[in-house]
T-cell receptor
């Protein structure tokens, strides 16, 4: 049973426009959420995170929104650049003790066209 | 370079052979994780160390897999009697560990294992 779901395997946007990547989760114990970016043959690179006590976190062109009642989060990239083309993974963890291991979605491949 | 490093980057082996991978975490990080990623999937948790203690293992980690972190520094992951189903990218991550305040994990480049 997938606890973290990214239902769009791919997304294509024009350079300069907004990219919106979505993620849903099912486990109510998750209280910390992260987005990672991955290029082929490299490990995931941490982008941005959000705690469940917040509903928005911004870092430059990247903003993550969290809707706890809907168990949904999204990553907005504005403006999108060709270098943003990569696979984006949503991850979740529970921070109340234990390993705080990350549970990942299957990823969304973003293509930003010049 | 002060990031997470992994060695080797690629390993091709024949079924039935043993393989060992190494991970060097970011030096001040006390938490170390191993994940496995197969094609079309996100990384899946295998095991976790807090300093030198292995505190959690996934059911994915069969008895052919063993991991160590002597002295709480680098870690090794050994797979005995490899099977074709072990072919995957093996990822190591480390973090400072800040329970209750979030746990950003930083990943190495991975070791790509191919079992023929």
């Amino acid at each position: 049973d997938q606890q973290v779901k990214q239902n769009s395997p791919s997304l294509s946007v024009q350079e300069g426009r907004i990219s919106i990547l979505n993620c849903d989760y099912t486990n109510s114990m998750f209280d910390y959420f992260l987005w990672y970016k991955k290029y082929p043959a490299e490990g995931p690179t941490f982008l941005i995170s959000i705690s469940s006590i917040k509903d928005k976190n911004e870092d430059g062109r990247f903003t993550v929104f969290l809707n706890k009642s809907a168990k949904h989060l999204s990553l907005h990239i504005v403006p999108s650049q060709p270098g943003d083309s990569a696979v984006y993974f949503c991850a979740a963890s529970g921070t109340q003790g234990g390993s705080e291991k990350l549970v990942f979605g299957k990823g969304t491949k973003l293509t930003v066209n010049p | 370079d002060t990031g997470v490093s992994q060695d080797p980057r690629h390993k091709i082996t024949k079924r039935g052979q043993n393989v060992t991978f190494r991970c060097d975490p970011i030096s001040e990080h006390n938490r170390l994780y191993w994940y496995r990623q197969t094609l079309g999937q996100g990384p899946e948790f295998l095991t976790y160390f807090q300093n030198e203690a292995q505190l959690e293992k996934s059911r994915l980690l069969s008895d052919r897999f063993s991991a160590e972190r002597p002295k709480g520094s680098f870690s090794t992951l050994e797979i005995q009697r490899t099977e074709q189903g072990d072919s995957a990218m093996y990822l190591c991550a480390s973090s400072l560990g800040s329970s209750g305040r979030g746990n950003e994990q930083f990943f190495g480049p991975g070791t790509r294992l191919t079992v023929l």
